[in-house]
């Protein structure tokens, strides 16, 4: 079965400080892709930032970063210079050549003045 | 260009009610998908159409949940009777195509009393 799984239920960080959401997922492909979608209270899933599977650069998109280790099926998520607008579920997600996307549990992350 | 638009935001049913809820998608966009997310979970997909087509419907309970989309356009999710297990947040998504990144719309919140 392909799985993604997030260890942390909860985090909180300092306002301006760094902080990483950990990810782990398990697949037999090769070919695939991971997500990091952000949920605030309103709900509307929004994407943070995508890797492809065949890429060794990691992905970044201004404070967010991402730390892809294909071997050890690890993806986790970095937050540099975190804003009180940081605060929300993320979500870990990885999608597969059919066209099969999974999501994690979520992590909720509070950000503290 | 306009996200995902969904309606209504909240709906508040009796058991064994019916309820539709509506989805527009990102104009273009062929795939487009039905999310289940239950309170302090990730998305499970329900339904993914390309086109007009249910490619995967197999988590949809064909019991009580119907889905169509004609034209290939718009969808609609349609609940009968509900139960009080159904509530939850119900997400409409839609991608380019296979393999794509999936854009999310705001959700209905359902509640069934």
């Known amino acids: 079965a392909q799985t993604v799984t997030q260890s942390q239920p909860e985090m909180s960080v300092q306002e301006a400080e760094t902080v990483t959401l950990s990810c782990t997922y398990d697949t037999s492909e090769n070919n695939y892709y991971l997500f990091w979608y952000k949920q605030p209270p309103s709900r509307q899933m929004i994407l943070v930032i995508r890797?492809?599977?065949?890429?060794?650069q990691n992905a970044t998109e201004n404070r967010f970063s991402v730390n892809f280790q294909k071997a050890a099926k690890s993806f986790s998520l970095k937050i540099s210079d975190s804003q009180l607008g940081d605060t929300a579920m993320y979500f870990c997600a990885s999608l597969y050549n059919n066209n099969d996307m999974r999501f994690g549990a979520g992590t909720r992350l509070t950000v503290k003045p | 260009e306009a996200g995902v638009v969904q309606s209504p935001r909240y709906k508040i049913i009796e058991k064994k009610q019916p309820v539709a809820f509506w989805c527009n998608p990102i104009s273009g966009h062929n795939t487009l998908y039905w999310y289940l997310q239950n309170l302090g979970q990730g998305p499970e997909l329900l339904i993914r159409y390309e086109n007009e087509e249910a490619v995967d419907d197999s988590q949809l309970p064909k019991d009580r949940f119907s889905a169509e989309r004609l034209k290939g356009v718009d969808s609609t999710l349609k609940i009968q009777p509900a139960e009080l297990g159904d509530s939850a947040v119900y997400l409409c998504a839609s991608s380019p195509g296979t393999s794509d990144t999936q854009y999310f719309g705001p959700g209905t919140r359902l509640t069934v009393l």
């Open positions: 890797q492809e599977a065949y890429k060794q």
